[in-house]
């Protein structure tokens, strides 16, 4: 693929992504847009209100602080000027990504580039469309990567803390750097954390202290405390994550509810048995140590550039999507980092081209099929729907996981292969 043509289909993808602001617009327009019902909490800071407590707010107190000046706005140009921020965080993401791989000195095809940018445009719009923040969550993500590789190691543990500090799932993370024995990362991570978390210096400088420790308390026992201590998890269709799918197939727990009167009813249920929901719960903890297990066989390399570390970091970006309490479809916007190394992946192995096949079936199932779920879901639900109560995005994060597993192990055993008997190195080791 020439020069040309790859500089072609990116012009054409952002012009994609630049024509989705209309539609964003019109969302926000109707008030059918998460920016929008985050925006009317958020006008309540100047009033000192407990936003999580009254509104179940989802964030820690330094996502508020930082979304607040987009609250002040008009609506649709609020909502305008979120989403061509997160155009460009997901412009930087790639080129990040990107660099970090050919930073390892084994030549990205331009054609891999591409399939690697047209794989995560549906990810990256569904986030866009529906106005959340994951799309920050990926930008910080990859910032601590790119800043790693170029050996800013303390950043990139502040990078890591504030995406840690704005929603926790990138706390898988801190075993990886760990186990790595990325000291100057995890003393960054520790700094962030004072600074943006708890005690949160940076949100308190704008709520006072008091008022950000009475707002990380209330987020703490909305959105923590039923998960973590509790063991209570969201079952509906919707939940993508292990949690949701091991509970909603293996507990009487519904797949489908409705507000009646404000109050939620179970109107469908699609489990196989009747475990009790302890028992699921010990499932998935099992489940989670298998995980970090697999994280400790598979990411051994020394590197900081290259195929080999993005990869690792796409394993942990997976498990974040597979472990949280709740998963819905466009959270999976950080699958970016998984296409990109799987896309470098298949330039040496072919092989690799069943899982882009397999990748696209699970993740464009659910945009298929239609009709009104109010009218069909206690009867017969229509065809997305159903594909989702059977864990289509699960599944596809289990396969993404143990591709990269896959390409991780192989990639350390044509290493070890490339040494000479001798002990001297040999030719260059070949990326799986």
Known sequence: MSTTIERGIYALLIVILLAGAFRAADKASEDRSAFNRWRYQLLKLREGVDISATDNYPNPPIMAVLLEPLAYLPPVTGAVCWYLLKVAMAIAAFVGLVHVVEAGGVPFPPAMRVLAALLSLKPVLDDLFHGNVNLFILFLVVACLVARHYRYEA????????????KVTPALLVPYFFYKRAWWVLWGTAVGLLLFLAPGLVPAARLGMEHNQRQLISWYKVMVEPFVIQGKVTAEHINQSLPGFTHRMLTRSPSFVVFVEGHETPVRYDNFVALAPETANRLTKLALLGFLGLMVWSCRSPQRSGWQPVAEAALIALGMLLFSERTWKHHAVTLMIPYVALAFGVAREPRLWGVVVGSLVLMLLPGLGGGNERETVWRSPPFNKMVLVYGAYTLLFVLLSATMVWQLRRGASQARQDVLPTGKPGHLPQAA
């Open 155 to 166: 950043l990139a543990g502040l990078a890591l803390a504030l995406a840690i500090a704005c």
